[in-house]
């Protein structure tokens, strides 16, 4: 019974991401039964709304949306159900997120409240990236409708209990114990962050994200002068920058809250801000070493906001270890399009997706084998990767340079 209902409802939630696919899209489709249907569409029923088998009824629209237009977001909502309940069955009863010596501790109350509670976490994650991916596949865009909401979603979520990040497992003297994996793991970046210092951060941070997602071009053409008003002007001029405004006050009165609270929920929120930036801010670094060169966009704007919404879910150190596994999950449908289409255009966006499911399906062996050992290193690691983008830009230039020489 109990896996009877998480079938269920993973299948409404499925429905939930087929309405966010076609209704959130740059070009939105009046596809999914809970939008308005097209003009020339017959009437709706009731029974189109049940997941999974309302698509069959709704293939009577194919006239209008093309013959397979019902099979896609009817595999979804079908892949939820079954997907739902082998995640829950991993995290909760199996304890695949644990290290080995520890799976039989399951039935320990606290920790059985944690895995619940992670799986429900991770669960609302992994809908809101399957709504991106298949934009991304079908747009090459993520739209800030889902990533904006889901990154506040991550907040709120990690504010209300540190629960929300995933658990490493510590060796002392008297065994093994867990703790989640939080801004100050592993010992190598203690600190105290419960101040006015940690505060300041997290306000920085949150501000930081709001003018990301502002519109930020600097016109040169009639000088730096010139540039710095239109810039400013252009902020305020857009229908776009009193939402952000809003979202940037209210969201200062929710960290400063959170962190008046103390130490219960603060660590939580102050973790998720470091996620979100550490994973957009790394997305966006490479967008820009890769882009000037390369000489043309090498990712999106959508893939920063993506990286930071997984950042605020699940931490800045699994955000690290997710992101290098992003191109070897596509290495291989990238070449399989490239050989069929002849197409270069990739979509980054799912494959940052794909590798943060690898993480979270495989943590306990990535933080144990790789993640572990290089977050030691303290702030070596930064050292190690700054000048990793460095030579990754290097090598960029250089191949350019080939390219053109050889080809033109």
């Known amino acids: 019974m109990q896996y009877g209902i998480i079938a269920v409802v993973a299948a409404i939630y499925g429905g939930i991401v087929n309405w966010a696919i076609y209704s959130l899209a740059y070009n939105p489709r009046p596809i999914s039964p809970w939008s308005s249907p097209d003009p020339a569409a017959p009437p709706r029923r009731a029974v189109d709304r049940i997941p999974i088998v309302g698509w069959w009824g709704l293939r009577r629209e194919r006239q209008l949306h093309g013959s397979g237009f019902w099979i896609r977001p009817l595999l979804i909502e079908f892949a939820f159900s079954i997907l739902a309940c082998g995640l829950y069955y991993y995290e909760t009863r199996y304890g695949g997120l644990l290290a080995p010596q520890l799976r039989d501790q399951l039935d320990v109350p606290g920790l059985a409240h944690w895995m619940h509670f992670l799986f429900f976490c991770h669960l609302l994650l992994m809908g809101l990236m399957a709504a991106a991916t298949f934009i991304d596949f079908d747009e090459q865009t993520v739209p800030d409708a889902i990533t904006i909401p889901g990154t506040l979603l991550g907040f709120a979520l990690a504010a209300h209990s540190v629960e929300a990040f995933l658990p490493v497992s510590l060796r002392h003297a ?19 962050w419960s101040g006015t210092a940690g505060l300041w951060l997290g306000l920085g941070l949150y501000a930081g994200w709001c003018f990301a997602l502002a519109d930020r071009r600097v016109i040169l053409r009639r000088g730096f002068r010139k540039a710095v008003t239109y810039f400013f002007a252009g902020l305020v001029r ?5 939402f952000l405004l809003a979202l940037w006050v209210f969201g200062s009165l929710a960290i400063l809250g959170v962190w008046a609270m103390g130490e219960t929920h603060w660590p939580g929120l102050l973790s998720s ?8 801010g790394m997305v966006w670094a490479v967008r820009i070493v890769a882009g000037t060169a390369m000489a043309q966009e090498a990712m999106g704007f959508g893939d920063v906001t993506l ?17 290098p596994l992003a191109p070897m999950t596509a290495i291989l449908i990238v070449v399989v399009q490239y050989a069929l289409t002849r197409n270069r ?3 980054f966006g799912p494959y940052l ?3 943060t499911v690898v993480t979270i399906l495989a943590w306990d ?12 290193l303290g702030f070596i690691l930064p050292v190690i990767l700054l000048g990793a983008l460095g030579l990754m830009g290097a090598m960029l230039i250089t191949w350019r340079w080939l390219r053109e020489a050889l080809f033109g």
Request: aromatic share 16%; proline share 7%; glycine share 18%.
């Open 238 to 242: 857009l229908p776009s920058w009193r």
């Open 307 to 323: 990286m930071g919404m997984i950042g605020a879910f699940v931490g800045w150190q699994p955000t690290l270890i997710a992101f």
């Open 174 to 192: 008297g065994g093994v114990f867990l703790e989640p994996v939080l801004l100050t793991a592993p010992g190598g970046w203690s600190a105290d």
């Open 353 to 355: 997706c794909a590798g």
């Open 365 to 376: 062996y990535l933080w144990t084998w790789y993640g572990a050992p290089a977050f030691a």
């Open 273 to 280: 801000l470091v996620g979100m930036a550490v994973g957009g």
């Open 345 to 347: 255009v990739v979509a």
